[in-house]
Every structure is written in structure tokens, then in C-alpha cells.
């Protein structure tokens, strides 16, 4: 027991710096969003700022004309891609953990292989595919292509093969079909799982760089990611605006898992499978 005590107790250690090595570089960043930038470029790891100021915030929100929209253009691109991924993919796991139809067991196999393709051998396809429908410098063209993940799939397809088919079974006992059955019993008892996947899809969306990078070149349909990318530039970066932006870009993600925080865990766990 004393040995396991300390094992467990160096183990807490580790994990304990693990964690500040892991917040150094955000804390690093946030302090930096409050100082000029001639203090950022004299150097040093220093964490209290010399010289506090707002100016680096006061400036990105009201002096660069764009800032907005690029803040409206990630909210708006973020919020569709996660709405439609929580309801593509729960219907996708559902009729492949409920529905027994020719080729099944193959579109399964299908969405496990997808899951082996790299993203980036997708790029070039996907934008030739994109400008042949016009839809380069759109939203449509950030969203579309992203409304379902095979991962995501996989995932609640193992969460429904554990869901209790009794609920289901009273449910048409009770005169549902099987569509207002996965609305008005399965859906809402999923909640655990769609908070984890919700989760994941938002942070991927909101923190998307390279898609909107290849596909897009007016600024005014940035999203934030990118929109930072024009505060450095070839002689100078402004890492001040930088680093401030960033803290307005990190904000959204910790309230989405603040928000889904108690579910994530449980969503995660009842995800794996009998079989």
C-alpha cells in the first residue's frame, strides 16, 4: 500500500508540472496581450507587464475596421458546422447502430477508412471542387464542406449500440415512428455525447486555418484565425495585436467547454462499444 501511495503520489507530481509547462506558453501569451510592443521585442520571459496597457484591445476592436467581421465570420462559420455535425453525424451513428439495410457493415468500413485518410491529401480536391461551384470566397464554401466527420460518426454509432432499446421499444409501443423516436427520446439522451462532440467540432471550426487560408482571399470573409495572420507582416509583426487577439479568439473555446465541461467525460465514456 505505502509503495502504491507512492506511485500515485509521484504521479500527481508529474501531472501537477505537466500542467504548469503546459500553461506557461498561455499565461506567457496573455501577459503579453497587455504590453507595448517594444516591451515584447526587448525579450524576456518577465509575466507582469512593465507597462500595462489596454491599448493593445482598444486597438484591435476599434482601429482595425475588420476585426469585426472576421469575429462575426468565425461565430457564424463555428455555430453552422457544429449544429449541423450534431445532427448529421447522431443520424448517421443512429442508423448504423439501429438500422439494419443492404451495405451496412460496408459504409461502416467506408467511414473507418476515411477516418485513415490524412486531411491535407483532401485539399487540392476539395478546393477544385469548390471553385467549380463557385463557391470560393463564401460561406458556403467554409460550411459545406465540413458538415459531417467520420470520427464523429464512429463515435455515436458506439454510443447508440449501448443506448437502451427498451426506450425505444416503448416508444413505438406508444404509436412513434422511428424518426420521432431519435427526436423526441433518443436525441434528447444523448446529451452527453453531443457535448463531447460539440466540443471537439467547435474547437476545430473556430481554430481552422489552413481550409480558409487556400480557399479564401477577400479579407472581409477572414475568420479570426486568418484575419490574425495580416498583423505580421514582412519587416515587422505586431505581435502586441497579435497575442491580444489571440486571448479574444482562445475566449469563445473555454466557454464552449466551461458550458460542457460536466458532460464531456460522461459523453466520452459511454461512447465505447459492447461488441
Do not use: C
Not at 431519435?182 to 444523448?190: C, D, G, K, N, Y
Amino acid at each position: 500500500m505505502k509503495i502504491f501511495n507512492r506511485v500515485r503520489g509521484l504521479l500527481y507530481v508529474g501531472l501537477i508540472l505537466y500542467a504548469i509547462i503546459t500553461f506557461l506558453p498561455f499565461a506567457w501569451a496573455l501577459s503579453a496581450s497587455f504590453k507595448p510592443l517594444s516591451e515584447i521585442m526587448a525579450g524576456g520571459s518577465q509575466f507582469i507587464p512593465h507597462n500595462l496597457t489596454w491599448d493593445n484591445y482598444r486597438t484591435i476592436f476599434f482601429k482595425e475596421p475588420l476585426f469585426g467581421r472576421w469575429l462575426i465570420n468565425s461565430i457564424i462559420v463555428a455555430a453552422f458546422i457544429t449544429g449541423f455535425n450534431l445532427l448529421f453525424n447522431s443520424m448517421a451513428g443512429y442508423a448504423l447502430a439501429r438500422i439494419r439495410f443492404p451495405g451496412n457493415s460496408l459504409l461502416f468500413f467506408l467511414i473507418l477508412a476515411v477516418l485513415m485518410v490524412p486531411g491535407q491529401i483532401t485539399l487540392i480536391p476539395s478546393y477544385l471542387i469548390l471553385k467549380n461551384l463557385g463557391w470560393l470566397n463564401s460561406y458556403q464554401g467554409l460550411i459545406i464542406p465540413n458538415v459531417v466527420n467520420a470520427t464523429f460518426i464512429f463515435m455515436m454509432r458506439q454510443f447508440f449500440i449501448n443506448f437502451p432499446k427498451e426506450l425505444e421499444e416503448a416508444a413505438a409501443l406508444d404509436g412513434l415512428n422511428r424518426w420521432e423516436t431519435f427526436l423526441s427520446i433518443v436525441l434528447p439522451l444523448a446529451k452527453p455525447a453531443l457535448a463531447a462532440q460539440a466540443i471537439f467540432i467547435f474547437m476545430g471550426a473556430w481554430n481552422n486555418f489552413l481550409m480558409p487560408l487556400i480557399i479564401l482571399s477577400d479579407p472581409e470573409m477572414f475568420p479570426l484565425p486568418l484575419g490574425l495572420n495580416t498583423f505580421k507582416g514582412q519587416y515587422i509583426s505586431y505581435w502586441n495585436y497579435i497575442m491580444a487577439a489571440s486571448m479574444v479568439l482562445t475566449l469563445p473555446a473555454l466557454v464552449i467547454y466551461a458550458f460542457f465541461n460536466r458532460y464531456f467525460i460522461q459523453g466520452v465514456t459511454f461512447t465505447g462499444s459492447k461488441e
